[in-house]
Structures are given as structure tokens and as C-alpha cells.
């Protein structure tokens, strides 16, 4: 078994919440020979650098996230994509202690295979931006100011698909063109939605 690494020890101290399930998790993992290392302030775990897995807890659940779980075979239907626009990774979701004494073998078998996804290089073919589709509201002002145009093109793709995302998700039309008007002065400064 690698060794726990130390500068992660506080992310299982601090669980109140999923503190046995989350260290029952750490030592499934590191019991695969991954390193142990902290990213995004949650317990990740790398095979030469490159993410495996990492284990994050939410109020409902904590959870096992594979960073190219698209690629995984999944042959127990237990991974779950997060959100529509998640591309990449999938969660296995427990709620309680026994579920992941249950499945020990099941995600020892499911973290050996993400390690084989990795040493093979294998990638998770992702959409480009230009795949999504722009909101009517916004594209309406992308195509009324040929300055704003510009200046969201020379977004970084991520940037983009962010902006693109946070209009998206407005379920009315009144909400959606607030969000754009709002976002315009940052879009026309270069900045992300975050910046």
C-alpha cells in the first residue's frame, strides 16, 4: 500500500459529515498503488502525475471521482455523470460505510482499470465549444455588436463554454438576457465569468 501523505490527512480530519466513509475510501485507493496527493482541496490520487482518482464529499453523499471515467466499461452501471455538460468524469456515489465495504472488489476492479485507461494514453473525446449551442439571447447580441463578437471569440475556450453554460442555464428568456447584459463589461474585457 503507498503511504498516506500528510498534507491530506486534514481532509479526512475536517469530515464531519463522511469521515469513515471517506477514509474507507483512501485506503481502497492507496491499497491500488496510486499517490496520494491534494488538488482542488480534495484528496487526489496520480499515477506518475497523471489523475486517476480523486474522493470529494457532498451534503447528500461523498464520492469516487474518475477523472476519465467516459472511458471506463462501467460493467456494473454504477457510474454516474454528474451534470449533462461533465464530459469526462463519473462518480460512484456512497451514502453510508456498508455500500463501499460492499463494493471493495467492484472499485479496486474500477480504479486498476482507469490506471490501464491511463498507461494506455487513452483520451475522452471532448466537444468544442463551437458544438454548443449559444442561447437566442446571447447570440442575438453577438451578432448586433461585431466588437462584443470579437472580444468573446478571444476567450479562451473554457471561458467561453463557461459563459455559455451560466446563460444555458436560465430557464426563462427574461433571466437569460439579464445574465448576458450583465456579463457583457466582462466579456469585453477579456475575463472569464469567475475572473
Known amino acids: 500500500m ?16 463522511w469521515q469513515e466513509e471517506t477514509e474507507l475510501l483512501r485506503t481502497i485507493v492507496l491499497d491500488c498503488g496510486l499517490t496520494e496527493e491534494l488538488k482542488w482541496g480534495c484528496p487526489c490520487y496520480t499515477l506518475q502525475k497523471s489523475n486517476i482518482v480523486l474522493i470529494h464529499t457532498f451534503k447528500e453523499y461523498c464520492a469516487l471521482l474518475f477523472m476519465k471515467g467516459a472511458l471506463l466499461q462501467d460493467a456494473k452501471g454504477i457510474l454516474i455523470q454528474q451534470t449533462e455538460n461533465v464530459q ?31 498507461k494506455a494514453g ?4 471532448l466537444k468544442k465549444t463551437e458544438e454548443y449551442k449559444i442561447p437566442e439571447e446571447f447570440q442575438t447580441k453577438l ?6 463578437k470579437t472580444a468573446f471569440k478571444a476567450l479562451t475556450p ?28 466582462q466579456i469585453m474585457d477579456g475575463k472569464g465569468l469567475d475572473d
Do not use: H, W
Open 2 to 17: 503507498n503511504s498516506m501523505n500528510p498534507k491530506v490527512d486534514f481532509y479526512f480530519i475536517k469530515a464531519k459529515k
Open 88 to 118: 469526462a468524469a463519473r462518480q460512484i456515489r456512497f451514502t453510508n460505510v456498508k455500500e463501499i465495504v460492499k463494493q471493495k472488489a467492484i472499485l479496486k476492479a474500477y480504479i486498476y482499470e482507469a490506471i490501464e485507461v491511463e
Open 122 to 125: 487513452l483520451k475522452v473525446e
Open 143 to 148: 451578432n448586433e455588436n461585431p466588437v462584443l
Open 158 to 185: 473554457g471561458r467561453q463554454r463557461a459563459y455559455i453554460f451560466y446563460f444555458s442555464a436560465a430557464k426563462q428568456s427574461k433571466t437569460r438576457e439579464a445574465r448576458v447584459e450583465k456579463c457583457i463589461p
